[in-house]
């Protein structure tokens, strides 16, 4: 069956440092997939996108690479800052439309 | 834009009550998406329509749930009976253009 795993529940890393998380999926050719932010109490935020044959995408402090070899996305922060603490949700698009959301991973940054 | 809204933002009822969620998606969204999300379960997408046209309900739970969209600016869920398993956040979501999904506020929903 399809699936879609996010490295861990949570991740405590010091502020300053760059926070790397991991989304892994399984049977699943995804034509592109995206990162959104959410904070608690509220609503998935749109980060970044990025597509098959792209291997890389960078926004500001934030990096998203694709590797569809190993089945496998990383999304990291650099410089990270407490402001970036929040949960962080992958979510992969296959040719069918078909959107599926990982379960996230809860960053803290701690001063 | 007000970006999408929903309503209301906090619902309790009883058991076997029907609840109605409600949500406006962003002016000249052609696509919208209800999730529902539990910490036991993650954000799992319910149904989704395409120019008010519902695409894919496989994911809504069982024949209690049922959406609609009756035009381009409004959606309904609706859950009847309620159950406590139904308990969650319940998000609307809509795209335009692009795949990017703009998420609204949640409604909270907790059944006694």
């Known amino acids: 069956s399809q699936k879609i795993e996010q490295n861990s529940e949570a991740l405590n890393i010091q502020e300053g440092k760059t926070a790397t998380l991991t989304c892994n999926y399984t049977n699943y050719s995804p034509a592109y997939l995206q990162w959104y932010r959410q904070d608690p109490g509220r609503g998935p935020v749109f980060l970044l996108l990025i597509r098959e044959n792209e291997k890389e995408k960078r926004k500001e402090r934030l990096k998203v690479t694709f590797d569809t070899t190993l089945k496998q996305s990383l999304f990291h922060i650099t410089a990270s800052q407490p402001a970036d603490s929040a949960t962080y949700l992958c979510?992969?698009?296959?040719?069918?439309?078909?959107?599926?959301f990982g379960s996230g991973t809860r960053l803290s940054i701690r001063p | 834009d007000a970006g999408v809204i929903q309503s209301p933002r906090h619902e309790v009822t009883e058991m076997g009550q029907e609840v109605t969620l409600r949500c406006k998606p962003i002016s000249g969204h052609n696509s919208l998406f209800w999730y529902r999300q539990t910490m036991m379960r993650g954000l799992e997408l319910l149904i989704y329509f395409n120019n008010n046209v519902p695409i894919d309900d496989s994911g809504m739970p069982e024949d209690r749930f049922s959406a609609k969209m009756p035009n381009a600016s409004f959606s309904t869920l609706k859950i009847q009976p309620s159950e406590p398993r139904d308990s969650a956040v319940y998000f609307c979501?809509?795209?335009?253009?692009?795949?990017?999904?703009?998420f609204g506020p949640g409604t909270r929903l907790t059944v006694l």
């Open positions: 979510a992969l698009y296959s040719s069918a439309s078909k959107i599926i």
């Open positions: 979501a809509s795209t335009g253009l692009t795949d990017t999904q703009y």
